[in-house]
């Protein structure tokens, strides 16, 4: 069992910058043998992959629609994963998710996540 809990949520202009945290605890599997997610789901519209990180290698994987202003990061020694979000607009206003999947292979696909965190709001006002 792995617990998640998401910080850095809160309201910020277009343009602007918020630095999201995920930290995981729990037994079971370790946090370095994790791919971790970021999802969104803003009001009336399904959950959507955001950006991921591998558990080897630490490589990195973005939505079309974040790439070139969101980072996503991870620091095995302090069990969190974190997305930079830089040059936000009002379309990227959702709660945001942490999630991990145990699996092999990395996937963008929300099935694939095992562990989810309670999610953070982000507001980017215009």
């Known amino acids: 069992q792995v617990q998640l809990v998401e910080s850095g949520g809160g309201l910020v202009q277009a343009g602007g910058s918020l630095r999201l945290s995920c930290a995981a605890s729990?037994?079971?599997?370790?946090?370095?043998?994790?791919?971790m997610g970021w999802f969104r789901q803003a009001p009336g519209k399904e959950r959507e992959f955001v950006a991921g990180?591998?558990?080897?290698?630490?490589?990195?994987h973005y939505s079309d629609s974040v790439t070139g202003r969101f980072t996503i990061s991870r620091d095995n020694a302090k069990n969190t994963v974190y997305l930079q979000m830089d040059s936000l607009k009002p379309e990227d206003t959702a709660v945001y998710y942490c999630?991990?999947?145990?699996?092999?292979?990395?996937?963008?696909?929300?099935?694939?996540?095992?562990?989810w965190g309670q999610g953070t709001q982000v507001t980017v006002s215009s």
């Open positions: 999630a991990a999947d145990t699996s092999v292979n990395f996937a963008r696909e929300l099935e694939s996540y095992d562990y």
């Open positions: 729990g037994p079971g599997r370790t946090f370095s043998g994790l791919h």
């Open positions: 990180i591998t558990f080897i290698g630490g490589r990195t």
